[in-house]
């Protein structure tokens, strides 16, 4: 049984940054692929980003590129995401998902496992 738990949400104040994290347990992640996910109230969930455990590689939904970054350290089985430069528009709970069966997975369909979720609330 996979299991993920975000931590690291709060209240920020625009401009400021906050790194999220999302533990996970249950079995060996080599072949998984681990991504984040933001709903907003009233939106729906919205794809961020995901990180290829084996090997690191990244990619990013582009609206978030530049200012949003996730790394991942093995020995913590812990995944990360940093953004910088906060929004009020970034408030929103973050969610980390995981997943086995896809390569490039940008959907929440594509995600077998997720987290319960951490919000991000960012003042103006």
């Known amino acids: 049984q996979v299991q993920l738990v975000e931590s690291g949400g709060g209240l920020v104040q625009a401009g400021g940054s906050l790194r999220l994290s999302c533990v996970a347990s249950?079995?060996?992640?080599?072949?998984?692929?681990m991504g984040w996910f933001r709903q907003a109230p009233g939106k729906e969930r919205e794809f961020l980003g995901f990180?290829?455990?084996?090997?690191?590689?990244?990619v990013y939904v582009d609206s978030v590129k530049g200012r949003f970054t996730i790394s991942r350290d093995n020995t913590k089985n812990t995944m990360y995401l940093q953004i910088i430069s906060l929004k009020p528009e970034d408030t929103a709970v973050y969610y980390c998902a995981a997943t086995p069966y896809y390569r490039t997975p940008k959907t929440e369909n594509e995600y077998a496992y997720w987290g319960q979720g951490t919000q991000v609330t960012v003042s103006s």
């Open positions: 249950g079995r060996a992640f080599s072949t998984y692929v």
């Open positions: 990180i290829r455990w084996n090997g690191g590689t990244t």
